[in-house]
């Protein structure tokens, strides 16, 4: 059956989800995007979400296109029109439409457009094997904008080598993974993953699973790190809204941990996906 899209104020059939050619975010990728997980029909860390689309669009000058209440409305629509229990939502806001010129206008209406995705996300993880690429990502990647062709490029990589995604590099030091944020867990059980900066995505997972990391009593340490490094480490895994926590078992053909997910990463996904449930709304 067709899905239930929404697109600037209407639920349509996604073959009737029109967008103009002249969109900015097709012509520019002048839009940024945040992508939401739904466990038992409901929404998992809706908050932190909401709050870093609005830092996204005041850091590209532009304003969010309806206030929390009914963007929450509306993931809450999309949920009950497309039956949907466990997935995600993807969310994007681009400035709107208009003539093709570097100097964008101010008064054009931004395009706003939600649809689902069913998917599981709570079976248990086998692993992901990863290959390194260089980070040529543009200096800005704290915010999450529609600009993914770097990340399709690596992931495409590594599906060419057989394996499932990339990590990137960049001054000799791993920034984040195409679509998540990377970690990897000491042999005396310490939790390394990158600091926050503009060379990374701020994480909503990212900062849910290090406040439970927390609470368990588990030692964290944010600070760059190298592929050797993460080669020679006792665990390595990555967050993401829809992937949660998942365990890397092999970095550039290194089996980690002898090529089976760890007992870290394992307890954070099972805490993560308790604690998600509890929370969503």
Request: hydrophobic share 45%; net charge negative; aromatic share 6%.
């Amino acid at each position: 059956m067709s899905r239930t899209v929404y697109l600037n104020g209407a639920y349509v059939p996604e073959e009737e989800a029109k967008v103009s050619v002249f969109d900015r975010g097709f012509l520019f990728a002048d839009g940024v995007y945040e992508v939401t997980a739904v466990l038992d029909g409901k929404i998992a860390e809706f908050e932190g979400h909401v709050a870093r689309l609005k830092r996204s669009l005041g850091e590209l000058g532009m304003s969010m296109p309806v206030d929390s209440d009914e963007l929450l409305a509306i993931h809450h629509e999309l949920i009950k029109r497309n039956n949907l229990q466990e997935g995600a939502i993807y969310l994007q806001v681009t400035r709107g439409a208009a003539d093709r010129d570097f100097v964008f206008p101010k008064e054009a209406t931004q395009t706003l457009v939600l649809f689902t995705q069913a998917k599981d996300l709570t079976s248990e993880k086998a692993g992901i094997k990863v290959i390194s690429i260089p980070d040529i990502r543009w200096g800005r990647r704290d915010i999450k904008t529609v600009q993914l062709l770097a990340p399709s490029m690596g992931k495409m990589m590594a599906k060419a080598e057989g394996k499932d995604d990339a990590w990137m590099v960049e001054d000799g030091f791993v920034t984040e993974g195409t679509s998540n944020n990377a970690y990897i867990v000491t042999k005396n059980g310490k939790i390394i993953t990158r600091n926050l900066s503009n060379s990374i995505l701020h994480g909503i997972t990212r900062a849910a699973v290090l406040r439970l990391a927390a609470e368990l009593d588990m030692e964290i340490e944010e600070r760059p790190f190298t592929i050797a490094e993460a080669q020679d480490a006792a665990e390595a895994f990555i967050t993401a809204a829809t992937i949660f926590v998942c365990p890397v078992v092999e970095i550039d053909g290194a089996a980690i941990n002898n090529g089976v997910p760890g007992p870290i990463s394992k307890r954070l996904n099972d805490v993560y996906i308790e604690e998600a449930r509890k929370a969503a709304c």
